[in-house]
């Protein structure tokens, strides 16, 4: 018998953090020092294209920009794209009041339509560093009652074995490790969703970019 109920996606109060941080971050001064800080650049743009598809809010941080300047030059189109919020900072962790004020707003609504308290995201991460800013983000993030999602081939850090090591550390403590591919797909969780074909067709021409980063990222794990 087919299935006639309506499509719908499996993860549906999404946000996706973008961790611009520390001193090494994802900002073109330091991307010499950052460990195959291209591929992770690869994955970032899949990421920020699928959020405007699916019309996912989108956070980026920027550690000190007034010294340490802006996020990297090739994301910030499809950033602007998405019409992501951009908060600056000291702190390591993204997890700071003005982000946590973002997320009770929208969570707020959310958990009035669903006559809940709090609303719980599911939160994606990619950026850097692994073993820093993304674990201290993901840490609060799971203590604040959030579904952390790390992608493996969206973050990196300057020493490359700091990157195993940071991501054991998530999975022991909760969060889910996995792929920007496998993400995508389990945010859908329906080819029948009226995305589909769309995310489908971006799979498809970032299907190159994705083997790279993939190979080159989960190299070490």
């Not at 959310?110 to 993304?134: F, L, R, Y």
């Not at 201290?136 to 992608?151: I, K, P």
């Not at 945010?187 to 009226?194: F, H």
Request: negative net charge; aromatic residues 6%.
């Amino acid at each position: 018998m087919a299935d006639k109920t309506t499509p719908e996606r499996r993860l549906k109060n999404q946000a996706i953090l973008y961790a611009d941080c520390s001193v090494c971050d994802m900002q073109d001064k330091f991307a010499p020092a950052i460990w195959q800080f291209d591929k992770v650049v690869l994955t970032t743009q899949k990421v920020l294209r699928a959020a405007k598809i699916l019309n996912i809010p989108v956070y980026v941080t920027t550690q000190n920009a007034a010294r340490l300047g802006g996020t990297v030059a090739a994301l910030e189109p499809l950033l602007a794209a998405t019409g992501a919020t951009t908060i600056d900072k000291t702190r390591f962790s993204m997890w700071v009041p003005e982000l946590a004020r973002h997320f009770a707003s929208t969570a707020g609504s959310a958990a009035a339509s669903a006559a809940e308290s709090p609303a719980q995201c599911q939160v994606v991460i990619a950026g850097i560093e692994s073993h820093i800013c993304v674990t201290q983000t993901a840490l609060d993030l799971l203590a604040a009652g959030h579904d952390v999602f790390v992608l493996a081939d969206g973050v990196s850090s300057c020493n490359e074995q700091e990157v195993p090591l940071a991501l054991a550390r998530l999975r022991a403590e909760g969060a889910t490790v996995t792929s920007s591919e496998g993400w995508l797909y389990e945010t859908m969780g329906d080819a029948g969703i009226a995305e589909f074909r769309e995310i489908a067709k971006l799979v498809k021409e970032t299907n190159a970019d994705t083997k790279t980063a993939l190979s080159a990222l989960l190299s070490k794990m």
